[in-house]
C-alpha cells in the first residue's frame, strides 16, 4: 500500500515564507507531485520533481529527498490568493497519482 | 475542448437510484481519471484508462460502481443503487501522458456534486 502524511493546516501572515512537508510510503516510487486547490474550486498542477534537490518555479519551490522519502513546498513571498488546499501526490508503478489529505494554508494580512 | 467538461455539475438523487456521471476530457489526452473527493479531503484514486482501455479499476469502492470510454475520448462514471455514503464530488481529470513514469500532470473538471438523500 502506499500513505502519505502532510500536516492538516498552517496559517501565515502577508509576505512571509511557509513550507508544507510531506512524507511518503510507497512502493516503485517515481517521484512526488504537488496540487493546489482553492476552494470551490478544482486541483491544479503546481510541480513535480523526480530527482533529488529543489525545483524552482516563481515564487514556488518543491524539494525531494527520495532516501528520507520526504519532501516539501516552499511557498515564499505570500499573497492573500495563495490562501488553499495544498495536497502532495506519488507517481509510482503500476496505478494513478496517489493524493495526500491536504494541508489548507490560511494566509492573513 | 479547452478544458475538461463535467455533467452534471450537481445532482442529487434518492437512494436506490442510479446515476451516470460524464467527462469530457481535453481533446487528445489519452489518459482519462476518475476520482472522488470527499469535503476537506484529498482525491480518492477510482480507476483510469489509456484511450479506451480500462487499465486500472482497483479504485472503485464495490461492484455497484463502473466506469467506461467507449471510444476513447468520454466517459461515464455510472453508480447503480445509489447510497447515502456515495454522496461527494466526483473529479474526472485527463492526462497527455500514457506513462505513469513521468510527471503526469493531471487537468482536472470542476466535478460533480453527487448528494443522495
Known amino acids: 500500500g502506499q500513505s502519505l502524511e502532510q500536516p492538516s493546516e498552517v496559517t501565515a501572515v502577508e509576505g512571509a515564507i511557509v513550507q508544507i512537508n510531506c512524507t511518503y510510503q510507497t512502493s516503485g516510487f517515481y517521484g512526488l507531485s504537488w496540487y493546489q486547490q482553492h476552494d470551490g474550486g478544482a486541483p491544479t498542477f503546481l510541480s513535480y520533481n523526480a530527482l533529488d534537490g529543489l525545483e524552482e518555479t516563481g515564487r514556488f519551490s518543491s524539494f525531494l529527498s527520495r532516501s528520507d522519502s520526504y519532501g516539501y513546498l516552499l511557498l515564499q513571498e505570500l499573497q492573500m490568493k495563495d490562501s488553499a488546499s495544498y495536497f502532495c501526490?506519488?507517481?509510482?508503478?503500476?496505478?494513478?497519482?496517489?493524493f495526500g489529505k491536504g494541508t489548507t494554508l490560511s494566509v492573513s494580512s | 475542448g479547452a478544458g475538461v467538461s463535467q455533467s452534471p455539475r450537481y445532482k442529487v438523487t434518492k437512494r436506490g437510484q442510479d446515476v451516470a456521471l460524464r467527462c469530457d476530457p481535453i481533446s487528445g489526452h489519452v489518459s482519462l481519471y476518475w476520482y472522488r473527493q470527499a469535503l476537506g479531503q484529498g482525491p480518492e484514486f477510482l480507476t483510469y484508462f489509456n484511450y479506451e482501455a480500462q487499465q486500472d479499476k482497483s479504485g472503485l469502492p464495490n461492484d455497484r460502481f463502473s466506469a467506461e470510454r467507449p471510444e476513447g475520448s468520454i466517459s461515464t462514471l455510472t453508480i447503480q443503487r445509489t447510497e447515502q455514503r456515495d454522496s461527494a464530488m466526483y473529479r474526472c481529470a485527463s492526462s497527455t501522458d500514457r506513462s505513469l513514469s513521468g510527471a503526469n500532470v493531471l487537468t482536472f473538471g470542476a466535478g460533480s456534486r453527487l448528494t443522495v438523500l
Open positions: 501526490a506519488v507517481n509510482q508503478a503500476g496505478t494513478a497519482l496517489i
